[in-house]
């Protein structure tokens, strides 16, 4: 008997956090007047969730959530978002506090390790991955096999996918010690990587790294970098660079780090999940919506503009959204969002594009929307792309390399949570189901007698 969807499921009692403990309590679903119990766990915080791993068996149906608005897809420690209330949390600490005080490689070892090291365990870090930025030499021919115009995320996608065929000896997943070393190499690497593609797309000869550099002025020097005269990374900018670096580094099961966990369910080794993921993040729903809020500020134009550009983000049938504005979880001001408008300015000063005409427009866009009964019904707040392009166009990236540095901020929060769904002892291959509407059998029939 093929399996049935739930259809409107009557939840008894109703569960309020009062009814739920650490064990016992359950939610019963009634259907076709037999009653089935479920567990109901509970989280730290946030809300508790109805363990329905067995409810197919029990029931013979499945239940239908597309997007996973309402599904939790595993357990996890690392980062918590309360997304009514704009907070965001890794291992409990405050990314404001975080973006504040901490350096990226700090803000790395937090994520990847739970806590924040000690000053010894900080050294020993940075210097596990200042010694592994350099990519294999080989690699370099490597890029020389793409067509110079071919977008930074593509070459990204197959240079990532590549690490696994020149580190055979961290992919080994069951061995813990070669997953440490993938983790490492994968956050030391990915800027060289990330800046050897936006220099083989404009044509300059790459740039290797400098040990001696922090991790984000070293990717500035990589990527601004040019043998025939000295570069001095600017200290504001670097300070910039690792901020973003900071407010991008893990945003718990978005697309890309479930396209992550998912690929390594199957036992996929590191680079290839981590090349999975920077696939997903390309898309303008996810990582590639900074690329295409700077394309619609630009695309408005001027400020008396707006007001026609809203109109048709309103109309239902244009198509047309507020790039940069809306999350599926943040249905507040997105909190990095917030850093990231304080840092825009910043940036802009230093650079002398304090007058850029796209700002104004942002600005007024964004007074306009917070004050417009269509975004506040929606609960539509700008998310943390609505002013990273303006402040990355300002830093000298092209729009190009936007999702990138993204991809390059994102890696150690896309490892980290790969590395605990390794060793985490529910961990099944993610295989979801489907309500299946086709067609059902029918023989085949030989082509002369088609219709
Ligand atoms: N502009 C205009 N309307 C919007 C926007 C937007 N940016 N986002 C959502 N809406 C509207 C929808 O049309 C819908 O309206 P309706 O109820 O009248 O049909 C309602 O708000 C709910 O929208 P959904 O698409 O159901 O929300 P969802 O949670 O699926 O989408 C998403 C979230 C994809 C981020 C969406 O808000 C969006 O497309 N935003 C623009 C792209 C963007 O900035 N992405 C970056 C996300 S953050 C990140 O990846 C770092």
Redesign the pocket.
């Known amino acids: 008997m093929p399996p049935r969807v739930l259809p409107a499921v009557r939840m008894l009692p109703h569960i309020s956090r009062e009814d739920i403990g650490m064990t016992g309590s359950t939610a019963k679903i009634e259907l076709g007047g037999d009653a089935h119990e479920f567990k109901v766990r509970k989280g730290s915080v946030g809300p508790d969730v109805i363990d329905i791993g067995a409810l197919y068996k029990d029931t013979g149906m499945f239940t239908y959530d597309p997007?996973f608005?309402s599904t939790a897809s595993c357990e996890s420690k690392i980062t918590y978002i309360d997304g009514d209330e704009g907070v965001l949390l890794h291992r409990g600490y405050p990314i404001d506090q975080l973006a504040e005080h901490g350096d990226f490689l700090e803000v790395c070892y937090l994520l990847l390790y739970g806590d924040l090291p000690t000053k010894a365990q900080k050294e020993d870090f940075d210097f596990r991955v200042t010694r592994h930025t350099m990519v294999h030499e080989q690699m370099s021919k490597f890029f020389s096999g793409f067509r110079r115009d071919a977008h930074p995320m593509a070459v990204m996608c197959g240079v990532v996918g590549a690490l696994s065929a020149f580190y055979h000896d961290s992919t080994d997943i069951s061995d813990p010690h070669q997953r440490m070393v993938a983790s490492i190499r994968l956050i030391a690497k990915m800027p060289t990587i990330a800046a050897m593609a936006y220099k083989y797309h404009i044509g300059q000869p790459f740039v290797y790294p400098k040990n001696e550099l922090n991790y984000a002025a070293n990717f500035l020097h990589m990527c601004f970098a040019v043998p025939c005269e000295d570069y001095k990374v600017n200290p504001v900018l670097a300070r910039a660079m690792e901020r973003i670096f900071i407010l991008?580094a893990d945003?718990e099961q978005?697309?890309s780090t479930s396209t992550v966990r998912i690929a390594g369910s199957s036992g996929a080794n590191p680079f290839a999940c981590i090349a999975a993921g920077i696939a997903c993040?390309w898309g303008?729903?996810?990582?590639?919506?900074?690329e295409?809020?700077l394309a619609m500020l630009a695309e408005i134009g001027s400020v008396d503009k707006i007001p026609e550009f809203i109109a048709k983000?309103?109309d239902?049938n244009s198509q047309?959204?507020?790039?940069?504005?809306?999350?599926?979880?943040y249905k507040n001001y997105?909190p990095r969002a917030k850093i990231m408008q304080q840092m825009c300015h910043k940036v802009l000063k230093e650079t002398g594009h304090a007058n850029d005409p796209l700002l104004p427009i942002a600005l007024e866009l964004e007074k306009i929307a917070l004050n417009d009964p269509?975004?506040i019904e929606?609960k539509?707040y700008p998310?943390?792309?609505?002013y990273s392009g303006i402040t990355l166009k300002a830093m000298g990236f092209p729009t190009s390399m936007f999702t990138v540095l993204?991809a390059v901020a994102r890696t150690v929060g896309w490892i980290s949570q790969w590395s605990e769904m390794i060793q985490d002892p529910q961990q099944k291959i993610g295989r979801p189901r489907q309500l299946f509407s086709g067609a059902t059998t029918r023989d085949y029939v030989d082509i002369s007698k088609r219709k």
């Open positions: 997007g608005t991008h945003h978005n697309a993040l303008p729903a996810h990582g590639g919506a900074n295409a809020a983000v309103k239902k047309v959204r507020l790039m940069g504005f809306g999350h599926r979880v997105d269509y975004f929606r539509l998310n943390v792309d609505f993204f």
